[in-house]
């Protein structure tokens, strides 16, 4: 996809000012998308865009409440803590109807985050679903890239991304998202799947910590090309 193309696409990323968040939307601005970070605290939200497009030499990103970024969406990037998931889902219900709603989102119980917690909706991603309703099409995505180097966009993150949703089409446009920033989309099937990235985010932590890293990732070895199935 061409950056003329991309910056038809207008990403909204609720949460945007958190270190996965940013990083993301620097990540998404600087291949070409048109990007807003989202906050509770629109000041808040101009401000971090201010300091990304200060990094990026561009004016390409804005700022603005949640719920206004998501009504101006086309696709929406959940990365808000695993607190504040159930919160910000209901108060941009009604904005994301119809989009693509892509989950970060991980359920962590501080101070133990290299344990893995499942919440009582199963995941994150499928308690988004339930909460948003079957009009949004909920994609689990990049919850094992780690934030450390993502505003170095020189930098490349070896990381494959586990891309799980029960709309194909959307997991494919989800795909491309990764792709665009560098990193491989794997198709993992349908959402109840994404126990498997959730639950590796802790376990990723734990790895970090024992072996003295801070961005331990996932490559998945010996693919070929996609079959259709």
């Not at 958190?18 to 939200?45: H, P």
């Not at 300091?51 to 390409?60: A, D, I, P």
């Not at 990103?61 to 159930?86: F, K």
Request: aromatic share 2%.
């Amino acid at each position: 996809m061409s950056n003329a193309n991309r910056s038809s696409i207008q990403l909204a990323v609720i949460g945007g000012t958190g270190k996965e968040g940013s990083g993301l939307a620097l990540r998404w601005a600087n291949a070409g998308y048109s990007v807003i970070t989202g906050s509770r605290d629109r000041e808040k939200a101009e401000r971090v865009s201010t300091e990304l497009n200060r990094l990026l030499g561009t004016e390409t990103i804005r700022g603005l409440s949640n719920e206004q970024a998501a009504a101006q969406a086309t696709i929406v990037i959940i990365t808000v803590p695993y607190t504040a998931h159930q919160t910000t889902l209901e108060s941009i219900r009604e904005a994301v109807q119809g989009k693509i709603v892509v989950d970060v989102t991980v359920p962590i119980a501080p101070p133990r985050v290299t344990e893995v917690v499942l919440p009582k909706g199963r995941t994150a991603a499928e308690e988004a679903q339930a909460i948003l309703g079957d009009d949004a099409r909920v994609v689990s995505a990049f919850q094992n890239v780690s934030a450390v180097h993502l505003k170095d966009p020189a930098y490349t993150v070896q990381c494959d991304v586990l891309i799980t949703g029960d709309d194909e089409n959307a997991r494919r446009e989800v795909i491309a998202l990764a792709e665009a920033i560098g990193l491989r989309g794997i198709d993992a099937g349908p959402l109840a799947n994404a126990i498997v990235a959730e639950s590796l985010t802790p376990v990723l932590l734990g790895i970090n910590r024992r072996y003295g890293t801070k961005d331990a990732g996932l490559h998945i070895t010996n693919l070929k090309s996609r079959k259709e199935v």
